[in-house]
């Protein structure tokens, strides 16, 4: 399929994070952009280690980490204009074969061609929810297609478009530094099987959904259970209904934001740094701790400050301020609410007077939430426009890849957990699902194709 055989319409006028920064690098626009490279195309940075620019460009990427292959010329080269037809013309070829999920982080020129558009948790139901599908596009980051290959049927392929997809926060929980960690945490408490008089083990483990396939198998084989942003506090209440304390990976903010909604003080948490003996803690911090902080955070939601609460408050007078569980605890403190992404699209849309909403969370969805939204003034609290680096990389030329591969037959980018991880790694998921009922179906609110 090429460019000549296709009659181009017009790309709809959304609101693009990418045209806007394409606006800056050109002078187009007085705006501020963390990076100028962010207008290029992300193959450009395939072939580098590091997750690229964005938000955790300057985050260490594990040695190790997938890497993706040369993009091939075809799709480098093409407009946006032929990139769209040509996803929308295997898409239509191969029909109910393919279901096609995007995040609510990714670039609107992807989201506009998925089925289903939500959190990782609601896309990977969905992908639950449609056995029918032999293959499934996630248009997210890697442990999403992950997650996805664990609750889908074993004879779907969960493909990711670009295998440098990755998610800094995720990779900050090492599979190896857990294991040690365990091990550390054993030579203190003792026996971790063994329970008290009240019938509580010494440690729960408890992952954030955003981990690897790994971290949520080791979490499943030592008792725990994976939570979400949604459900955190339901998930902690589990885990100390059987556990003396909580070890909670990889995001530190939501750990502590969530435990000290729930009474839980700050010197009960001591943080668990990978890099130094014991973590960094004392034994007698971590024998009277609640809950022990993984040193991981997300470096979209890290970029939020209590001083752009101020600003916002000063110039726009009744702001609403709602920002994500991911932002360090003063700026949660500092908020008027805080909750997940699907928390934040709801009470926008819950909203019935004109309201103006400033937004703690990633920028390609709080600009979406304005679009839709256009009876409220919606802001992002970062006035810098940078997006997340890893969910940038997905980009509709690896879109236009993935899909006319299926078309001729091809499989590209499978993503599939190995069993000995994957039964395990079900056990912490299931325990989730049985702590609280599923979550809210993904959203068709922005299903445009
Ligand atoms: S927004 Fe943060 S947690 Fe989500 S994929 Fe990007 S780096 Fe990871």
Not at 65 to 72: A, C, N
Request: proline letters at 7%; a negative charge.
């Amino acid at each position: 399929m090429s460019a000549t055989s296709l009659t181009l319409p017009p790309l709809p006028v959304d609101p693009s994070v990418d045209n806007e920064i394409q606006a800056i690098v050109s002078g187009a626009s007085t705006a501020e952009t963390c990076n100028t490279d962010l207008a290029a195309g992300p193959w450009n940075f395939d072939a580098r280690p590091g997750y690229g620019p964005g938000s955790s460009m300057g985050d260490v990427i594990p040695v190790g980490s997938p890497r993706q292959g040369e993009l091939p010329a075809e799709y480098r080269d093409a407009s946006p204009e032929e990139l769209d037809a040509r996803v929308r013309a295997a898409k239509e070829k191969l029909g109910d074969r393919v279901m096609i999920l995007g995040h609510f982080y990714q670039r609107v020129e992807v989201v506009r061609h998925a089925d289903y558009v939500g959190d990782s948790f609601q896309l990977a139901n969905a992908a639950k929810a449609h056995p029918e599908a032999e293959a499934i596009v996630f248009c997210g980051v890697h442990f999403m297609a992950e997650t996805a290959d664990l609750l889908s049927r074993p004879d779907q392929a969960v493909i990711l478009p670009n295998l440098a997809a990755g998610c800094s926060m995720a990779d900050m929980a090492d599979i190896d530094q857990v294991e040690e960690c365990w091990e550390q945490l054993a030579d203190i408490y003792g026996d971790m099987d063994a329970t008290d008089a009240d019938g509580l083990v010494p440690v729960i483990p408890v992952t954030y959904m955003n981990s690897s396939a790994a971290i949520k198998g080791f979490v499943g084989r030592h008792g725990g259970i994976v939570c979400t942003s949604s459900n955190a506090q339901t998930v902690l209440e589990w885990a100390f209904e059987r556990g003396r304390r909580v070890l909670f990976f990889p995001d530190q903010h939501l750990g502590r934001n969530t435990a000290k909604a729930m009474g839980v003080t700050v010197e009960q948490m001591p943080m668990w740094n990978p890099r130094k003996p014991l973590g960094g803690a004392g034994a007698d911090e971590l024998e009277s701790a609640r809950v022990i902080l993984w040193h991981g955070f997300c470096s979209v939601h890290r970029r939020f400050t209590v001083e752009q609460i101020e600003k916002a408050r000063t110039e726009h007078s009744g702001v609403r301020v709602i920002v994500h569980p991911e932002c360090p605890m003063a700026v949660v403190d500092a908020a008027d609410e805080s909750g997940s992404t699907d928390y934040i699209r709801r009470a926008i849309e819950g909203a019935t007077e004109p309201t103006t909403f400033a937004i703690g969370t990633e920028v390609n969805l709080v600009q979406r939430l304005a679009a839709a939204n256009p009876q409220h003034t919606i802001f992002c609290l970062d006035p810098v426009v940078c997006p997340c680096s890893t969910m940038y990389r997905i980009h509709p030329g690896y879109l236009a890849w993935v899909l006319e591969g299926l078309v001729n037959g091809e499989v590209l980018n499978r993503i599939t957990v190995p069993q000995d991880v994957a039964e395990p790694a079900r056990l912490a998921l299931e325990r989730m699902l049985a702590a609280k009922p599923p979550a809210a179906p993904a959203s068709a609110w922005e299903n445009a194709s």
